[in-house]
């Protein structure tokens, strides 16, 4: 059973979010939030597998509910929701931690495939969107990065796909390897990095030459 924390200042989106879900059968609202501070009490008592977080909500915020969730929970799986995909505020919530997000008008389906997702921890972005992310992210810090020491070069190779957007089934179709072993892959190369998410991934793969500017893996992936 997934367990589902809701976040958002409106009682309506709140109960519509928690009948979509629990009728999807393997999934369970534990707690339900109307600000960002009571976000972060029922994140810390529930402990739930994915937390569903508004952005503009009273008192605290979702921005900052994100940093102190992540910030006594690193590996917490949080999504974002949103009225628009352009937000600023939900390319800061990605920067920070956030495994993704979800428009609140998408199709239903969309939502419950997203929390499935995120609590295997998929990263919940088109590519064109991860390309946006990426791009803000690497403009905001100009400094290049050295390829890390320690990394395998079947890791380094996975990490690049990460940073083009496949996904952990695509990137198992194009290595001819199972959806496991590409998990496994990609959770090693994360822990030796210390990142929380697939879209911090992304961009040190970016930032450290894995991948171009056209968002095409380098064949020849420098290293450190």
Do not use: C, W
Request: glycine share 8%.
């Amino acid at each position: 059973m997934i367990r589902v924390v809701v976040a958002d200042d409106q009682a309506l989106v709140r109960a519509g979010v928690r009948m979509l879900l629990q009728a999807a059968g393997d999934m369970e609202v534990v707690g339900e939030a109307e600000d960002g501070a009571e976000a972060v009490r029922l994140a810390e008592h529930h402990r739930p597998d994915v937390v569903l977080m508004d952005l503009r909500m009273p008192r605290v915020d979702g921005l900052e509910a994100i940093k102190r969730i992540l910030g006594s929970q690193p590996g917490a799986k949080i999504v974002v929701l949103t009225t628009f995909a352009d937000d600023a505020n939900v390319y800061a919530a990605l920067r920070v931690g956030a495994l993704g997000f979800l428009v609140k008008d998408d199709e239903p389906e969309r939502m419950v495939d997203a929390v499935r997702r995120a609590a295997s921890g998929e990263q919940l972005l088109a590519p064109s969107v991860l390309r946006r992310v990426v791009e803000r992210a690497l403009a905001a810090e100009q400094q290049a990065t050295p390829a890390p020491v320690g990394l395998t070069e079947r890791e380094l190779e996975v990490l690049a796909l990460v940073g083009t957007g496949l996904s952990n089934a695509e990137i198992a179709d194009r290595l001819h390897v199972g959806v496991t072993t590409v998990k496994t892959h990609v959770g090693s190369a994360m822990d030796k990095l210390g990142l929380r998410n697939r879209i911090q991934a992304a961009v040190v793969a970016h930032r450290i030459g894995l991948v171009d500017a056209a968002f095409r893996p380098v064949r020849h992936p420098p290293r450190g």
